[in-house]
């Protein structure tokens, strides 16, 4: 069987004792990085366990080897570097692998920054728009102008090194909606953990003045 196990997106105590319990007991754990879950395995004081490292990209073969384990009955976990696997991470492509091949999977919920982020902006989230991070090139300025037409709360995620220039580029494509409200999210479940309220109109003082350290989600109200 294949556990699915979300890890803490910086709080440590994120961590479910469910997912504790399946990181401490499973045979081996498919990573991201094997430096950064071997970190958060110290943390948590779970004993050294065998990491299998797979990247987004990673050869089948090498799924291929770590479908066979779990056809010969080993209880494997699946996690990422932070949050839930898949959400803007790997784990797709073994996931979508053991349902081909009705290979039992669990998913133990958990941190997941989107959501995060959703709950505790303030602004209606019934119905949303995810959308992972935006394009950096392709199909960016298309996607931005659609925007302004959307009737769902939309959001997604920003890095450190793209956060000034997407709000400005946000103020420009939704400058038809002075009023409509923003809220940036940083470093959830940390220390600095804040929450930015604004509008459109107020987005290019906010992209000058927010401090460019951490992570950052970004929820942009309906229209
Ligand atoms: N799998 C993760 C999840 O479930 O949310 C997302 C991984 S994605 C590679 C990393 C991005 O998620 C960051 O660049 C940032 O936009 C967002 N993120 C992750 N942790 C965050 C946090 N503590 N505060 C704000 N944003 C965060």
Known sequence: ??????????????????????????????????????????????????????????????????????????????????GTPGISDPGYALVHRCAEENIRIEVLPGAAAFLTALSGSGLPINRFLYLGFLPMKKG??????????????????????RIERTLLELADALASQPTRVIV?????TKLHETFHHTTVAGLPDLAGNIVKKGEFVIVIGPM
């Open 1 to 82: 069987m294949l556990s699915i196990v979300s890890t803490p997106i910086g709080n440590l105590g994120d961590i479910t004792v469910r997912g504790m319990e399946t990181l401490r007991n499973c045979a081996a754990i498919v990573c991201e990085d094997t430096r950064v879950t071997g970190t958060l395995l110290k943390l948590l004081s779970l004993n050294r366990k065998e990491l299998i490292s797979m990247h987004g990209y990673t050869d089948p073969r090498k799924i291929d080897g770590v479908l066979d384990r779990l056809k010969n009955g080993e209880h494997l976990a699946l996690v990422s570097d932070a």
């Open 184 to 188: 940036i999210a940083r470093e959830l």
């Open 140 to 161: 960016r300025k298309t996607l931005l102008a659609s925007f302004v037409g959307q009737e769902q709360t939309i959001v997604f995620y920003e890095s450190v090194h």
